[in-house]
Every structure is written in C-alpha cells, then in structure tokens.
T-cell receptor, first 112, second 112 residues
C-alpha cells in the first residue's frame, strides 16, 4: 500500500539557518504530494502542494519539488524563524475520495 | 478557514462508555474525514464520507462507527471507549474547488 517516510525528529536549528526535512513516498501511479504544518494546540494547515512530477510547491518561504525519479518531496527553507517552530507532515493523495496518507511528522524547534 | 468546527474540544470519559464526536462544516463540501493523531504514528484515517449516508472505512476503523445524515455534520462514535482510543481526533474536508484537504481544530479525548 501507499506509505510516506519522513525524517525522524526532533530537528533543532538556530534562527536564520537552512532547513531541510526529507520526505520519500511509496505509491503506484502519480500521487499528489503535500506538506502540512501544525502549530502547538492547533489543527493541520496546508503549507504547499505539488500535483505532478517536477512541480515545485512554495509558500511562506518554504519550497518542495516533486521528484518522481527519487520518489521524494523534501521541504526546504533558506532562513528559518522562531515562528516556524511546529510539526511538519508530509502526505500523499492517490486514487478516489481524496484520502491522504501521512508521514509520522517532524518536530522543528527554532531557537533565537 | 474552511468553516469546520468540532465538538467537544476536550472530553474525558471512562472505559466502556459510548462517546460521540461531532464535526460541522458550513460550506457544503461533499467529502469529510475523521483522523486520529498519536505520537509516533502521524495521522491515520478512521472513516470517511463521500456524501450523505455514504461512508467507508479507513485504516484504523475498528471500534469506531460514523454517520452522516446531513451534508454539514459528520459524527464519529466510539461504541464502548477503550484506553487505546485516547487520542486527538481531527475532522477534515476536501474543498470543492482545488480538492485540497482542510482540518478542524481537533478534539482531545481521554479514556480513563
């Protein structure tokens, strides 16, 4: 079945550092890929998405490129802020009914 | 904000009691979902609905039932709560325009 693997956390960075959170997937066909962010005590918010190979999703300084050859969708940001501290989830969607399959989440803490 | 509310937001109940969680949406979306979030597991799909009275199981449906008698409401019932069902429960919808999934604020359920 479909699965998503993302790097184990927690990840701790200093403000203005470069961020990479790795995400790889297993799925047949051509899934759509998503990154969600969850701030403490809140629900998940859609951060960015890509629906076909080589698409780049971007939002709020975050980027991720859909790489079908490596089945990856790594999240990057050039300069993180304390306000980026949150849990980040990678997810894929394939097939009918728009169901999502999630990775386990990566906790990011950014220190001033 | 996709107009999703969940009630109650917090609940403590005893083992063996029935519990019903409610998800309410105001924008007439066809697809609705219930997930549970647990440390080390990310989000896992419990049940979903693709229309009034049309529901299906997700990957962790044992011990849960759902009902959808109106477009705006999707109910999740634990017939006889167990401690393993202590979790945070999220409702979600898929938007009718870009088919993106949006989440409610969550319900924290503790079964003692």
């Amino acid at each position: 079945g479909d699965s998503v693997t993302q790097m184990e956390g927690p990840v701790t960075l200093s403000e203005e550092a470069f961020l990479t959170i790795n995400c790889t997937y297993t799925a047949t066909g051509y899934p759509s890929l998503f990154w969600y962010v969850q701030y403490p005590g809140e629900g998940l918010q859609l951060l960015l998405k890509a629906t076909k190979a080589d698409d780049k999703g971007s939002n709020k300084g975050f980027e991720a490129t859909y790489r079908k050859e490596t089945t990856s969708f790594h999240l990057e940001k050039g300069s993180v802020q304390v306000s980026d501290s949150a849990v980040y989830f990678c997810a894929l969607r394939r097939g009918s009914n728009y169901k999502l399959t999630f990775g386990k989440g990566t906790l990011l803490t950014v220190n001033p | 904000d996709a107009g999703i509310t969940q009630s109650p937001r917090h609940k403590v109940t005893e083992t063996g009691t029935p519990v019903t969680l409610r998800c309410h949406q105001t924008e007439n979306h066809r697809y609705m979902y219930w997930y549970r979030q647990d440390p080390g597991h990310g989000l896992r799909l419990i049940h979903y609905s693709y229309g009034v009275k049309d529901t299906d199981k997700g990957e962790v449906s044992d011990g849960y039932s759902v009902s959808r008698s109106k477009t705006e409401d999707f109910l999740l019932t634990l017939e006889s709560a167990t401690s393993s069902q202590t979790s945070v429960y999220f409702c979600a919808i898929t938007s009718s325009d870009f088919y993106e999934q949006y989440f409610g604020p969550g319900t924290r359920l503790t079964v003692t």
